[in-house]
Nanobody, 119 residues
Framework: QVQLVESGGGLVQAGGSLRLSCAAS????????MGWFRQAPGKEREFVAA????????RYADSVKGRFTISRENAKNTVYLQMNSLKPEDTAVYYC????????????WGQGTQVTVSS
């Protein structure tokens, strides 16, 4: 398994931007598809975005399409989530995850980073 640590969360005004990072340990990072998920208070965890091991394929939830961009640097064992035009409904704890396929299942999870968007 791979260990994952997210960073980059914080408080931002609506319309602003944040970039989340997820650093992975281990030499097998480039073998994994990576995903970002989020969980808002009182709601179930939901899929946000995912990227294939090579970075050649991505997929997004409809709610973030056109605003969020997932990317990865295999040489740095890091995956990113660039979030633009943030809305209050984007407020959640954001988790990164590693899996075999871009469609899942995702079997390794980070501890999460809080993103709060004020109106």
């Amino acid at each position: 398994q791979v260990q994952l640590v997210e960073s980059g969360g914080g408080l931002v005004q609506a319309g602003g931007s944040l970039r989340l990072s997820c650093a992975a340990s281990g030499r097998t990072f480039s073998r994994y598809a990576m995903g970002w998920f989020r969980q808002a208070p009182g709601k179930e965890r939901e899929f946000v975005a995912a990227i294939s091991w090579s970075g050649g394929s991505t997929r997004y939830a409809d709610s973030v399409k056109g605003r969020f961009t997932i990317s990865r640097e295999n040489a740095k064992n890091t995956v990113y989530l660039q979030m633009n035009s943030l809305k209050p409904e984007d407020t959640a704890v954001y988790y990164c995850a590693a899996g075999v396929f871009i469609t899942g299942p995702f079997t390794s999870w980070g501890q999460g980073t809080q993103v709060t968007v004020s109106s």
